[in-house]
C-alpha cells in the first residue's frame, strides 16, 4: 500500500512539473538569469523522489523522534541531511540508512550531535532563510531562484548549480544576513 502511495504521489509531482514546463524553461535550453532552476525536469523529480524515499527509510530506521530530528533535502541527487541526533552512531548509521536510495548520487551528512532545536531555533531558521531568499532575490548578481537554501541552527547551506562568480556572490550575501552563524557552500561549478 505504501509503494502504491509513493507512486500516485510521485505522479502527481511529475505532472505538476510538466505543466511548470510549458512556461518554465528547464535542463538544456535552462541557463539564463529569468531561469527557474537549472536542474533537467528529470533531476528536480528525482529529488523529490529522493526526499521521500529518505524521509521513509529514517523513519523506519530510527524511532519516530529521531526521525523527526532530521531533515532531508535533494539538490541535483545530492543529498543533505541536516538536523540534530543524540549521538555519533546515529550520525553514522542516518548515512548508510540512506546510502542505497536509487539515483543518489552522494550524502552530505551535516548531522549534530546534540540535543534537539527549541522552537525558538526552528522560528529563527526559518526566519533566516525567508531573509536570505529574498536577499538572493534582489541581488542581479546571483540567480536566486536557482540557489537552495537550509537553515539549522544559525548554519545556512547553500545548494545549486552556479558559476564561480555566482557563489561567491551567494555566500556573500547569506554570510552578510542578520543571524547567520556560518555559511556552508555545497555548490556544484558550472565553469
Given at each position: 500500500m505504501m509503494k502504491k502511495l509513493l507512486y500516485i504521489a510521485?505522479?502527481?509531482m511529475a505532472l505538476v512539473q510538466l505543466q511548470a514546463c510549458s512556461t518554465t524553461p528547464v535542463g538544456?535550453?535552462?541557463?539564463g538569469p529569468g531561469t527557474l532552476d537549472r536542474r533537467t525536469?528529470?533531476?528536480?523529480?528525482g529529488d523529490q523522489e529522493i526526499e521521500i524515499r529518505s524521509k521513509n527509510r529514517l523513519?523506519?530506521?530510527f524511532p519516530i523522534k529521531v526521525a523527526n530530528g532530521i531533515a532531508s533535502t535533494s539538490?541535483?541527487?545530492?543529498l543533505l541531511l541536516t538536523g540534530q541526533v543524540p549521538?555519533?552512531?546515529t550520525r553514522a548509521r542516518a548515512s548508510e540508512v540512506v546510502q542505497g536510495i536509487p539515483e543518489l548520487r552522494a550524502v552530505l551528512n551535516e548531522l549534530s550531535v546534540s540535543g534537539g532545536a527549541s522552537l525558538t531555533s526552528k522560528a529563527n531558521d526559518t526566519s533566516i532563510t525567508g531573509q536570505v531568499k529574498t536577499r538572493l532575490l534582489r541581488d542581479d548578481r546571483v540567480p536566486g531562484t536557482q540557489i537552495k537554501v537550509v537553515t539549522e541552527t544559525g548554519v545556512v547551506y547553500?545548494?545549486?548549480l552556479v558559476n564561480r562568480a555566482e557563489a561567491a556572490?551567494?555566500?556573500e550575501v547569506a554570510r552578510t544576513t542578520s543571524g547567520v552563524a556560518k555559511v556552508v557552500v555545497l555548490f556544484e561549478y558550472l565553469d
Open positions: 510521485l505522479a502527481g538544456g535550453e535552462a541557463g525536469a528529470g533531476a528536480v523529480i523513519r523506519d530506521a539538490y541535483n541527487r545530492q549521538d555519533e552512531a547553500l545548494m545549486g556572490a551567494a555566500t
